[in-house]
């Protein structure tokens, strides 16, 4: 959750009582520092039938060759449906129809009948399949926005919030998929703040949402004009046209309009400028498509070396909505900025560099320089293609073991287990932070320190006071000072008292890991094979190829260093174990507090 986002700030910003948690919990869905798990949903219902709808016609282009990719889209997208009761309420006969036909069986094709041949069994089920959701997808498109807001509003006005937590984050996924950027949808929680009603306040916000129109923006790129022998300034000029651009020197846009002076303010008049014009939902969105449109037209320039690769040297870009004349300067890096998330505090640096030194782990540390040296490549460069490629083959490079048929298997049977073999000790390590963003930093009562340096034991304190109620009661009043605070404090205290919920917790985070290292994979492949769509943003998912090559790196590092792991394949054969077995001893009702922290269960085993 954000620093400055407690009740009494809030109320100070004239926001009603109602809308703080909706506030609270918008905000930390959309901002990018936000911990991956408490970040939006890539999916929802509407969303995950298109996606199906999208793979399968993929799949029968030729463009996907895996079985996988409709089977985990399928399965993903009934898990999706079975949990959706907002469908459920407002549209019974849809939910049904739905349901049913995405759990109709996929057939598979016969021993006799070629993989390729479209008109084997899988490849007519498949077929079917897509015909079988198109009218039911088309009408979830056409309403379930709505749904979506009418089921928010009445959580508002019944203060539920609960019930607000697992819809907002659809309503999130919706209008992402609607053509919002994530920070274009963060703007609108300032639809609460101020004087306004109630009424007024969310019919602002949500008319927002469900207006269709595009609006008109226009993008200025400046360039530097970069000339060498043969080619005059001039000449890039006339390149620039030929790819049917238009390109504008700053004292030719600047017309003395007062209408457009928030523009003015922001140009150079001795700069060129490349002017693109786009429709598009938000400014952020704007910018992007402008990004990606002006990148295609260059590159043809640029692949022949007419002209200079023009991003690279782009010093500004302005983005301008005529209708609203409100403008925003931003740099390429503000357009595709990531939060790289790395939990520096187990000491990973100074263990890496204890592995550097070690001519006897040469071969380890061979495996994670060549993670390195591709994370170092997707940092700096300024193509979100080039960044997500990057980080892809730095996962590959440090996974690929040899002891699975394929890269995607070498991924998807243990990176899963992996990165939630830690997940209650994320939990509850960003539940720490939250307080300390939130002002609530020591009770002595409780003779805890949210700033202590020692987070192992930190964690191992608060999870005592999680599980003693005279305690638990102390923190969860300290908690009241901010609504999300609080609700994060019930449903921590909720989990480590009921072992059925953190086993559930546990398969469903790392099967829809599985799941979406098998998307991250598709994304990969339609890159490579150009059949990426590319005013799609892909700043989130390339956040979580970083996320989980950081905590990817981290375990490796920590088994060498600390179990004397003597290779890399060894230490994901005993993090695969390490799952394995708590999960197992969870089943038994077996919890020992111990079993969360960084040396938890790896004990048990090790």
């Known amino acids: 959750?954000?620093?400055?986002?407690?009740?009494?700030?809030?109320?100070?910003?004239?926001?009603?009582?109602e809308f703080m948690f909706f506030y609270q919990r918008w905000q930390e869905l959309l901002d990018h520092r936000t911990l991956g798990m408490y970040r939006y949903n890539i999916l929802n219902s509407c969303a995950a039938c298109l996606e199906l709808v999208d793979v399968i016609d993929k799949t029968l282009a030729g463009l996907l060759t895996s079985r996988q990719n409709v089977d985990d889209c399928k399965a993903e997208t009934l898990a999706i449906l079975k949990q959706d009761n907002i469908l459920e309420k407002y549209n019974k006969p849809l939910y049904n129809a739905l349901l049913r036909i995405v759990s109709s069986k996929i057939?598979?094709?016969q021993k006799n009948e070629l993989s390729d041949d479209k008109n084997n069994a899988f490849y007519i089920s498949i077929n079917r399949l897509k015909y079988q959701l198109t009218t039911p997808g088309r009408i979830l498109q056409e309403n379930y926005l709505d749904y979506l807001i009418r089921e928010?509003?009445?959580g508002i006005d019944n203060g539920n919030i609960p019930l607000l937590d697992r819809h907002i984050s659809a309503l999130v996924s919706q209008c992402i998929n609607n053509g919002w950027s994530a920070k274009g949808l963060f703007m609108l929680s300032r639809c609460f703040e101020g004087e306004a009603t109630l009424e007024e306040k969310w019919n602002d916000f949500s008319g927002k949402l469900t207006t269709q129109a595009r609006e008109l923006f226009e993008v200025y790129f400046g360039i530097n004009i970069e000339t060498r022998q043969g080619i005059t300034a001039e000449v890039v000029r006339s390149i620039i046209q030929s790819l049917a651009m238009i390109i504008r020197r700053g004292s030719e846009i600047i017309d003395g309009d007062p209408a457009r002076s928030n523009l003015y303010n922001k140009l150079d008049s001795s700069r060129h400028y490349i002017v693109v014009s786009v429709d598009a939902t938000d400014l952020y969105s704007a910018t992007l498509s402008a990004i990606n449109q002006l990148n295609k037209q260059l590159s043809v320039a640029t692949f022949y070396n007419t002209i200079n690769p023009w991003i690279a040297n782009s010093p500004q870009?302005?983005?301008?909505?005529?209708?609203?004349?409100?403008?925003?300067?931003?740099k390429i890096t503000d357009v595709f900025r990531t939060y790289d998330y790395v939990d520096s505090t187990n000491n990973v640096f100074e263990d890496t560099k204890n592995i550097l030194i070690n001519p006897e782990k040469a071969h380890i540390m061979a495996r994670l320089h060549a993670a390195f040296s591709y994370t170092n490549l997707s940092r700096t460069s300024l193509f979100q293609e080039t960044k997500y490629i990057s980080l892809w083959i730095a996962i590959e490079s440090v996974m690929r073991t040899g002891q699975y048929p394929d890269i995607i298997s070498h991924i998807k049977c243990v990176l899963p287990e992996t990165l939630s073999v830690r997940y209650v000790y994320r939990i509850i390590r960003n539940f720490s932070e939250d307080c300390i963003r939130c002002g609530f930093k020591q009770e002595p009562a409780l003779a805890v320190n949210m700033e202590s340096t020692d987070k192992k034991q930190l964690i191992a304190i608060l999870i005592t006071i999680?599980?003693?109620?005279?305690?638990?009661?102390?923190?969860?009043?300290n908690c009241q000072i901010n609504k999300l605070l609080n609700y994060r404090c019930t449903e921590i205290h909720a989990l480590l008292n009921n072992t059925q919920l953190i086993i559930s917790k546990f398969e469903s985070y790392t099967t829809k890991i599985?799941?979406?290292?098998?998307?991250?994979?598709?994304?990969?492949?339609?890159?490579?094979?150009?059949?990426f769509f590319d005013d799609r943003s892909l700043t989130i998912y390339i956040e979580h190829l970083y996320t989980y090559l950081a905590q990817l790196v981290s375990e490796v590092v920590y088994y060498v260093e600390h179990k004397q792991v003597k290779s890399v394949e060894e230490a994901f054969s005993i993090i695969l174990e390490n799952y394995n077995t708590y999960l197992d001893l969870l089943k038994t009702g077996y919890f020992v507090p111990q079993d969360v922290l960084p040396n938890g269960v790896v004990e048990i085993i090790s």
């Open 152 to 154: 928010i509003k009445f």
């Open 317 to 330: 870009i302005v983005t301008f909505c005529p209708s609203t004349q409100l403008a925003e300067a931003l």
């Open 466 to 477: 999680f599980r003693d109620p005279d305690l638990y009661n102390i923190l969860e009043q």
């Open 1 to 17: 959750m954000l620093t400055g986002s407690n009740d009494r700030m809030l109320a100070h910003r004239k926001v009603n009582e």
């Open 514 to 531: 599985r799941w979406h290292i098998q998307r991250l994979y598709r994304i990969r492949n339609e890159i490579t094979h150009s059949a």
């Open 107 to 109: 057939e598979s094709k």
